[in-house]
């Protein structure tokens, strides 16, 4: 299989852990996003990187959470002191090429933080 | 960026075509329209985009209005696999911008 992979698929975490989600793109492709998802609503835009740069970051991205991707190739998503209201579908994408292009999702890291 | 709109839920019977509104507006001259699927507990899955003709794939077509302020994905014989959370962006080609903003999507319900 040769699609967006995400990793861990599900991650149940205490109050103020720290956690890391890792998505592997589609080989080749130069554009990486990350999205947030709750229940019952679309995803909502976190980050997005062209190659190892990141270019834009949403206001919902608060200072606990960082991504990277150091090589243009895997990315990571990590949320510092999580809380409950972090509890989310974290999604990942990739796309090649120009803005208009379309994007594949991987199927989704799962974080409950109790 | 620009929002597009969707009814909250559609119900449409096995075997029978469902056609699946959005309006987008505010769309851009340089705005690609998209289309996602989400079954339950799994991502988003891309189903069709256009610009301004209409289009076919295996899956679905596309409708495009002639202003463009308004698509139609066209589902011709619905079957239970297709029951899903339905979702229209749009993709603006002209800019290096990485957002597309998604609403809440059509709940599509299909009856046996």
């Known amino acids: 299989d040769t699609g967006v992979s995400q990793n861990p698929r599900h991650k149940i975490t205490k109050r103020g852990q720290n956690v890391t989600f890792r998505c592997d793109p589609i080989?080749?492709?130069?554009?990486l996003y990350w999205y947030r998802q709750t229940l019952g609503q679309g995803p909502e835009f976190l980050t997005y990187?062209?190659?190892?740069?990141?270019?834009?970051k949403s206001r919902l991205l608060s200072d606990r959470f960082s991504a990277e991707r150091p090589k243009g190739s895997f990315s990571t998503l990590e949320i510092q002191r999580t809380e409950q209201g972090d509890s989310a579908m974290y999604l990942c994408a990739s796309s090649f090429g120009s803005s208009g292009n379309t994007i594949y999702f991987g199927e989704g890291s799962w974080l409950t933080v109790v | 960026d620009a929002k597009t709109t969707q009814p909250n839920s559609m119900e449409s019977n096995e075997e029978e075509p469902v056609h699946l509104p959005c309006n987008h507006s505010?769309?851009?001259?340089?705005?690609?329209i998209h289309w996602y699927r989400q079954l339950p507990s799994q991502g988003p899955e891309y189903v069709i985009h256009?610009?301004?003709s209409n289009v076919n794939n295996r899956m679905a077509s596309l409708a495009i209005a002639e202003d463009r302020k308004s698509s139609t994905l066209i589902l011709h014989r619905a079957t239970l696999r297709d029951a899903a959370v339905y979702y229209c962006?749009?993709?603006?080609?002209?800019?290096?911008?990485?957002?597309?903003?998604f609403g809440d999507g059509t709940t599509l319900t299909v009856k046996p």
């Open positions: 256009g610009l301004t």
């Open positions: 990187f062209q190659n190892e740069a990141q270019l834009e």
């Open positions: 505010t769309i851009s001259g340089t705005d690609y």
């Open positions: 962006i749009l993709r603006d080609r002209s800019t290096n911008a990485g957002k597309s903003t």
């Open positions: 080989s080749e492709h130069n554009r």
